[in-house]
């Protein structure tokens, strides 16, 4: 186990007296005979099961101060604490197990291994074990959670469930902490009234949203809402995008200039709204158990309320999907509009009851992934007031990227097929209130109909369908601060979905990211990694303006490191200048030094038929064949084995000079790390099941990491990108193309930030029909390469 | 879908419309002008999310009628209720989907297909509208929860938490219903004072217990206690448990009389116990989150205490572990003597405060699986008072049958080189006090090492050691009623250790089996089976004493079909007489008549190093390579395809005249359903993350069912077992081995359930090392198999 975190605030010892007085650790006035009675005095208090003399003696016993004293047998000496008795007791509240986890005679090597953060007073008086005793508490244990997170799952908080809502929220350390009673969170739904009529109805279409706030705003307090726009979480039509899935098994076109509709019948406003008939400030509906993300879970018992909605086209509400549409966007910020009291929402879509947010704040968070920090995203590129800052994990930033790349169709990594229509018609979840979807039926058919011309698979090319769902466009409108997450090795929502954001977000914001080493998931019950507190100190700052150093102490980008588990590194941007790298191609090397002399190597895209059958259903059997033996259809450049360690950053670029033997063509490329290890999972393990508590009877997740995978590896896919010949200059122009004709084609793969370690090899393939992500036309192409045209390049590489 | 309901029990008209009004779905007084204002007051009471008129009317004018109308368009209507009509609603508030999951204009087809229950009343009058609306509360939803049980987890349920405890519980169809407040479980802690000195500290070791009980316990109400031994629930040392892992890759050796210690120093009884000081109706010490099991969760806020311990030698206990010893059952049985009044408990291990089980009503079940399941047979063979009822999943019955078979070291599937140390070693959590375990650790090393003495590795017989691990011995004194649940594909407690116990159960007592699909594995949240109700209905008979049918309407065997997904068959016991069926061995095929001549083939067990190396690895690799390939250390017999399906019950017998080429040797043989086909996953699959509501606001489960295989496979083991052939008597008695000379042997293969499908053979390998259970000493032994003297015997075998 080692232990990353970067949340914790700088904090006066004045200041830590205060806290701790207030969540209970210390009476308001103190007086204790000495530096002992005062850790014994704490010792007590970290037993929340019980305040019987007897029982907590029983806990006292159990715990070892030295290797072989028990704690009261040590609190009866007239030995003094000392700084390894303090922390072998410590890291046994930690959850440590002395000998497994820790060497009792070595505790503060231990602790430098494990990475725990602690101090070495030289003498242990009050004072001392005061800050000790803080810190402790901010330390996390050995399952993910800070010991006050520990202490709060069992019971520790309960007592301030009780305190006048005018004496809330509490803050620790810079964090809200969990003192809403979980029993009282008041579950709503409103119906957010948005000025849009995408299901052509006339009226505007309503947005059921569903509140959990803390019961205590009944009582006057006023809390931030943390919003999650998730086109999901009313239900999902999985038949039917199965159904609505395209064969990828089609040849690529020439393409000419595209006469089609490249986009649908615009929506009109509505002439019809609800007339307000009544006001109220309590709602007529509520629901029981929503589709809810682990981490708001986390933040609705510490006084942050919590609103979901699924937006237009989804059960409950009105409207149609339109997979990432301006439309979307509205009703997505419709929502906030409400909380922050600029719009109306009803108790029903019938009487005209109206409900205002009154329990808000005005402050308002975005949270999700995928999809859900996708539509995060589309609201902050319109500058909303209110929103003060998206957590936004694994978004798309532009929809053609998502669906399309450099004018071809593209498939999210594991989703081949899928496209808008297929996503719409999935999320389209108005079709589960059977009588609902009755009267929207035809309408909606006639938009995916509509769609399914507009996203042009035939070309591939980008066009105003797409360009109204590039939020990146708007990317100089966002106000809110923002904090990015994405995986490494997300094949789904690729990684220049993040990396577009984060280059050209305005610097008025504060910004933060997050790389880590998963695919396309949530990181938030990791147990190397802070994220949870991250986010706490992070909203703390945003939603409840405290000063609590936020943007100063959270390193600017934080990326997991892909050789040592449970390690993550913070860095100042995601490359850096001045330290760019190119290879050029040669024979079937990478080499440093350009070669003049023209050097063609070929391939064809064509399999045998079985091997193509066999490709299309197993796309990992073609990647290794294609990475690991030698081929008629890719080519294979690699470095030298490398002497130092080199950490490479930034958005690689290739060069290429090629000819395809007819009159369109691809071009895909990937990046390999080469080199026999074994690597991480794709997946993290989960290491406890219900093994995280989210506050004191409350929900749980499980705690996760990454494991080492039992095997190793050969190599490892670190990059990719594709590119259609006929759009060299941009996705949107089309370039002729002759048969055997050399172009110059430049594209960019995915951003990476990898360690390569020593004794690998930095590969680079070159081929064109990409089985797990490009359509399958098996052409008998030929591609010939002209080597001395063609170079990759780096930003940043850096050995150490 | 395919629901397969056991446990809806028959109900008088006039006993409905009692349980309709206690639970609010009728007044107590009622007059409806007419069946469609009645049905529409059932309807509207289906929305238990709001009690607003226009909120509810949402909710209605989302469900179709008909094929194109919704419910207010009918309900103003003039059109009679129809059986159509009330089913397509029914079916929606089910949540199956109009198209998708049911035709609506074709609804009792879709119904019979789905195997929900209906009625086909001639008139939909008041009568037959509540017959109905009965039988849909107590119908399976999609989602695998009766209606009612889904209403629940929506809050229907809530405004019944407040009354008199007096009125509580509340039984409907049988079953006791959610009508307990989550919120107001009382969590305590007591410690039971055994009659026990295992750590031999002269104390009698003390045991914790968890206790959740309905806060209407303390408004005098008593309730049952469903309790749940686990060794596992404080906690598990795994580390130290792989550490001990034995190296299986040894020899066999030839069996002389056994000259060592067969038992472990026994234990003496307590000289010193508690006085007791004080009484308390209060336990002064609570715990947050139990390791808790899902089904306990559901009996929780159904009225249903649920206690938990870990037993001797576990974290906050006295003791030690001893892996099944006569101990250990006594520990288990001290809790169910406390809860029936029988025994002391402390609120804390020292100041002698006493506090009974003074809430409990004297009847008491114990539950879980594996090693828990295994303990409440245990409990049951003693014949204790108050023990009404043990649901023992996947239990030992005979720990000799769990780590030795017929004379060998035997590995539980998936665990070769875990014996009785190892597990012993693993939950001796009180390792996880670092105190405690400094205090008792010689101690426990000085046992761990009898144990390993006594457990005997080296000959692998029956001895003391084992007889007294050996709970069928008791079953003799069974007096509760017994629900058996064993996976057909266990390889890990395997299927003889039930089997044994339901043919050898007294005919005094009731019992019942269900044999799934799954290997060792939990049932309650499968969407096909309803097997959270069948429980409550048997517990609510056992437990709360009514007269449900429990023991009438539920069938004697449930067993889950392997060809078809979702099907469970009611049976009346494991084997029928008169069915029975002799395969014999000629060439390469099972033939139905005996053969007169000697037929010798061969096998030699020896592997070449690498092939030795690689199966060790990995044992699914020879697996496949016995099983498919002609190879030189095994055999294999196989009878002709079958011309109808076969259904395969009870213990099939192997009757083999074999010669080893040494003085030792063993036998292995599998029984194999040979044919291409799709057979189920080995697991099932997650059909909803969180898809089950326990309760309101309460915990939740994960929704599952199995799924075929996406691709076909040649062959699947169904059937096992293993002798050493100096075990041709018995376990226990050592026969001599000459080498070459000819020796009979019988065993028995563990019990079968199967339907091998038409066109598909079963087949009969033997052979001599088992690399995924027996040790493997790879010797060059080779063994002659006298095909004459050798037959294969199913006790039922039938046609269908």
Redesign the interface.
């Known amino acids: 186990m080692k232990n990353n975190q970067f949340s914790i605030t700088p904090t006066t010892h004045q200041q830590k007296i205060a806290e701790l007085t207030r969540i209970g650790f210390l009476p308001s006035e103190f007086h204790f005979a000495n530096s002992k009675e005062l850790w014994q005095h704490f010792l007590q208090l970290s037993y929340?099961?019980?305040?019987?003399p007897?029982?907590v003696?029983?806990f006292l016993?159990?715990?070892?101060a030295t290797q072989?004293t028990?704690?009261p047998d040590f609190l009866e000496s007239y030995e003094p604490l000392t700084t390894e008795i303090f922390y072998v007791v410590a890291l046994?509240l930690l959850q440590f197990?002395?000998e497994?986890d820790f060497k009792p005679n070595d505790i503060i090597q231990s602790m430098k291994k494990i990475q725990l953060p602690f101090l070495m007073p030289t003498k242990w008086d009050q004072t001392t074990i005061i800050d000790a005793w803080y810190l402790l508490l901010c330390t996390h244990t050995k399952n993910g959670q800070t010991l006050l997170d520990n202490l709060t799952?069992?019971?520790f908080l309960t007592p301030l469930y009780d305190l006048p809502a005018a004496q809330k929220p509490i803050f620790f350390n810079g964090k809200s902490i969990a003192i809403f009673d979980p029993?009282k969170l008041i579950h709503e739904?409103v119906y957010v009234e948005s000025s849009l009529d995408t299901d052509r109805d006339q009226q505007a279409d309503l947005l059921k949203v569903e509140i959990l706030r803390p019961g205590d705003t009944n009582g006057h307090l006023k809390v931030p809402a943390v919003y999650t726009a998730s086109p999901y979480n009313q239900g999902t039509n999985n038949?039917w995008g199965d159904q609505l899935t395209h064969n990828v098994n089609v040849p690529l076109a020439h393409k000419s200039a595209t006469t089609f509709q490249t986009n649908t019948t615009p929506f009109t406003a509505p002439t019809k709204t609800i007339t307000t008939t009544a006001t109220t400030k309590q709602a007529?509906?509520?629901?029981?158990?929503e589709a809810s993300y682990t981490l708001n879970d986390y933040l609705a018992v510490r006084g942050f309320a919590i609103a979901y909605a699924a937006g237009i086209g989804t059960k409950?509400s009105g409207g149609m999907q339109t997979c990432g549409s301006p439309e979307q966007t509205k009703a997505t910020v419709a929502v906030t509009e409400w909380l922050t009291g600029k719009r109306k929402a009803f108790?029903?879509?019938?009487?005209g009851?109206q409900i205002k947010a009154w329990w808000c704040n005005g402050n308002v968070a975005m949270t999700g992934r995928s999809y859900l920090g996708t539509l995060a995203t589309a609201a902050a590129t319109t500058g909303i007031a209110g929103l003060k800052t998206i957590i936004s994990e694994a978004a798309i930033s532009s929809w053609y990227d998502y669906y399309r790349e450099n004018g071809l169709v593209m498939a999210p990594g594991g989703f081949q097929g899928e496209d808008a229509d297929v996503l719409a018609a999935e999320t389209f979840s108005r079709?589960?209130?059977?009588?609902?979807y009755?009267s929207i039926k035809p309408v909606f058919h006639q938009y995916l109909h509509e769609m399914q011309v507009a996203m042009d698979r035939q070309t591939g090319s980008y066009n105003d369908f797409w360009r109204a769902r590039n939020y990146r466009l708007n990317l100089a409108n966002v106000t809110a601060d923002v904090l990015l997450v994405h995986g490494l090795n997300d094949w789904n929502v690729k990684l220049n979905q993040a990396k577009e954001v984060w280059d050209h977000l305005p610097n008025t914001i504060s910004k933060k990211i997050i790389l880590h080493q998963g695919h396309h998931i949530y990181i938030n019950a990791f147990r190397s990694f802070d994220f949870s507190d991250i986010v706490n100190l992070w909203l703390t700052n945003k939603l409840w303006e405290v000063a609590n150093q936020a943007d100063e102490i959270l390193p600017a980008v934080i990326a997991q490191d892909n050789i040592n588990l449970e390690t993550w590194h913070p860095f100042d941007n995601w490359e850096e200048s001045g330290q760019q790298q190119t290879w050029f191609l040669h024979d079937k090397s990478l080499i440093n030094a350009p070669q003049k002399n023209a050097q063609l190597q070929t391939f064809n895209d064509q399999q045998p038929n079985q091997t193509f059958t066999d490709f299309c259903r197993q796309p990992a059997q073609w990647q290794s064949t294609m990475a690991l033996t030698s081929n008629q259809f890719s080519l294979c450049f690699k470095t030298g084995t490398t002497k130092d360690e080199l950490l490479l950053r930034g958005t690689p670029m290739l060069q290429i000079r090629v000819a395809s033997s007819t009159d369109h063509g691809l071009i895909s490329a990937q990046l390999v790390d080469y080199g026999m290890t074994k690597r991480f999972n794709e997946a993290p393990s989960i290491l406890q099941r219900?093994g995280i508590?989210l506050g004191?009877?409350w929900r749980?997740d499980d705690l996760r990491e990454f494991k080492l995978a039992t095997r190793a590896t050969p190599y490892k896919i670190i990059s990719y990108g594709h590119i259609n010949l006929q759009n060299r200059h941009n996705a949107q122009q089309t370039d002729n193309l002759v048969a055997n004709q050399f172009v110059d084609a430049q594209f960019d793969l995915q951003p990476i930030f990898h360690h390569l370690a020593i004794g690998h090899q930095l590969g680079l393939l070159i081929f064109a029909t990409d089985f797990g992500m490009t359509q399958r036309g098996n052409e008998p192409i030929t591609y010939q390469v002209d080597l001395s045209g063609s170079q990759l390049l780096i930003p940043t590489v850096q050995r150490s």
Not at 284 to 289: A, D, L, M, N
């Open positions: 929340p099961e019980s305040g019987n007897a029982n003696s029983q016993a159990g715990l070892l072989d028990a704690v046994q197990e002395p497994l799952g069992r019971g029993t739904v038949a007529t509906e509520t629901f029981s158990r409950n108790t029903n879509p019938t009487d009851t079709k589960l209130t059977a009588a609902d009755h219900n508590q004191f009877n749980e």
